[in-house]
């Protein structure tokens, strides 16, 4: 009996690319059975029409907008797939993704979450090559075959297994940093992080949310949503997963230099926002929830199967926001 991948499409107004995602989807050439699952989050455009015309997807309709992990979770729920592909509506896949991440999957014992080379959709180069990370949980685009922290959530393979182990996406994450909580505590969890670099998917970077990967273009872009659901989640993530004797270092240090970098960034672009829509907002929120996520970064921590220098392996001891200014500049906020 063939074993099933379920391909797990969270979709938000995505008319412009969705098409093209499904079409994909439906194109792979695999020995898996497939089944795909379309969580539509309230959309507003003619994003239903498309999906009626592939009869075979299970549509999934919100009478509200629940965000990306909510829509996930939902899917995940439903899906009878041994595997989950994660899958961005603005990304498409090579013809024989889905078969070589199955492939690299066998490999690893069916105990790893990949990812697939990331292209730019309109230029078709090479975006990345999974992440690395510096120990305050900046992303670092990788672009050779090396140690990965984590991958694109825009096109993730996760084994059901490793997903109800770790719990799926928190809902209250809402957007963003999903990728990087599911994969770092997957790697605590005793599973690998890995690449299958033989196939590769192609991103409408940031067409989703606004903003996204920066490597390769000439400046810094993003809202000021995505930035303050990036600096909250991104605190959320390191309480929840660092082992203790990193946090109670790590964690101080982060909150003092995010306040001093919100500070500055609104003294240079003269934009108080900056500092009291993301960082002033990231901080509290983080604070309020304190509460609630103490019991879950105990579950977690209880389960940990992976000592502080594995854990670690991979990190690079920098600020690599200091990078990204010298290189590009200031961001554009907007």
């Known amino acids: 009996m063939a074993e099933t991948c379920s391909i797990c499409i969270a979709n938000y107004n995505g008319e412009k690319t969705l098409h093209d995602c499904l079409s994909s989807v439906e194109r792979q050439d695999t020995c898996l059975d497939m089944e795909i699952i379309v969580h539509d989050d309230a959309s507003t455009d003619r994003s239903l029409e498309i999906v009626r015309g592939f009869p075979g997807v299970k549509l999934i309709r919100s009478n509200k907008n629940v965000g990306f992990c909510r829509s996930n979770n939902r899917m995940a729920k439903i899906a009878n797939g041994d595997f989950f592909l994660f899958l961005n509506n603005d990304a498409w896949l090579a013809k024989d993704s889905i078969q070589l991440l199955y492939d690299r999957s066998r490999q690893n014992g069916h105990k790893a979450i990949l990812g697939l080379p990331q292209y730019d959709a309109s230029t078709k180069q090479l975006l990345d090559l ?20 984590y991958v694109s959530g825009a096109c ?8 109800e182990h770790v719990g799926g996406f928190p809902d209250f994450f809402g957007s963003v940093g999903e990728d990087l909580y599911l994969c770092l505590t997957a790697r605590l969890l005793g599973y690998k992080v890995g690449m299958e670099y033989a196939s ?11 903003g996204g990967n920066i490597g390769h273009t000439k400046g810094l872009s993003t809202t000021y949503r995505r930035r303050f659901l990036s600096e909250r989640n991104r605190l959320f993530v390191m309480y929840l997963t660092y082992p203790l004797p990193a946090l109670a270092v790590i964690l101080p240090c982060h909150l003092m230099i ?18 009291k829509q993301i960082y002033l907002k990231a901080v509290g929120q983080f604070f309020k929830s304190l509460p609630s996520l103490k019991g879950k970064r105990r579950d977690i921590q209880q389960k940990r199967r992976t000592g502080i220098k594995t854990f670690f392996n991979g990190f690079i ?9 010298f290189r590009y500049g200031l961001p554009r906020l907007k």
């Open 317 to 325: 001891p920098s600020y690599y926001k200091i990078v990204l200014l």
């Open 258 to 275: 995010i306040l001093a970098e919100g500070t500055l960034l609104s003294l240079l672009r003269s934009d108080p926002r900056c500092l």
């Open 200 to 210: 590769k998917f192609f991103h409408h970077v940031g067409q989703s949310l606004g």
């Open 130 to 149: 999974g992440y690395r990370l510096d120990f305050f949980l900046n992303p670092i685009w990788n672009k050779k075959k090396d140690k990965i922290c």
């Open 156 to 163: 993730m393979w996760v084994p059901r297994a490793a997903w």
